[in-house]
């Protein structure tokens, strides 16, 4: 190939191209040598006005590449932000049975809770509180349906602080009494 056209703003920006798409590739080397064997082959075939129409349609496919690969790949806040609602599930699974609070779960996965409580509205699209009680209502639900436990000790494990605020969330969740519940499912 010649020197020339190795140093042209095409190449440059095709080599930088490559390197962003083989940062993304599983076999960065292989495209690369693939890529530059067929601007070799055509060189060597057609001479250089074919070369340079080919350079920069290459441009122009990868320009149009790019978004595509980059959209695919989640970004390191996404990422971030994957781990951090993995960790908030977690502590919320673990903890279920017992009196959880925003304050320690915000801590547990360092952040302020005016922070975290922001981030956990973005993130679940509802409230900690909400969200907290359809985890124990769907917990409730499963025990009520898969087990012969009394509806009292389902009502502690499941985190509820009372009976009554067992049965009223219970039934705002999925519009029936725990007892209605276990009934449908005998």
Known sequence: MNKFLIETDYC???????????????????????????????????GGKILLLYLDESLQFFSRLMPILLS????????????????????????????????GVAEFIGMSTGHFSRFFRKMYQCSFTKYLNRKRVD???????????PIIDICYQSGFSSHNQFNRVFKKEINKTPSEYREQWK
């Open 72 to 103: 695919r790949i989640p970004s390191e806040n996404v990422r971030f932000n994957q781990d951090r609602t993995t960790k908030i599930d977690y502590y919320i699974d673990v903890h279920l049975n017992e009196d959880i609070k925003e304050k």
């Open 139 to 149: 917990f409730a639900a499963k025990q009520l349906k898969d087990s012969d436990s």
């Open 12 to 46: 440059k920006k095709i080599n930088r191209y490559l390197k962003e798409i083989s940062d993304l590739a599983l076999s960065p080397d292989e495209i690369r040598n693939e890529f530059f064997a067929t601007l070799e082959i055509l060189q060597n075939n057609a």
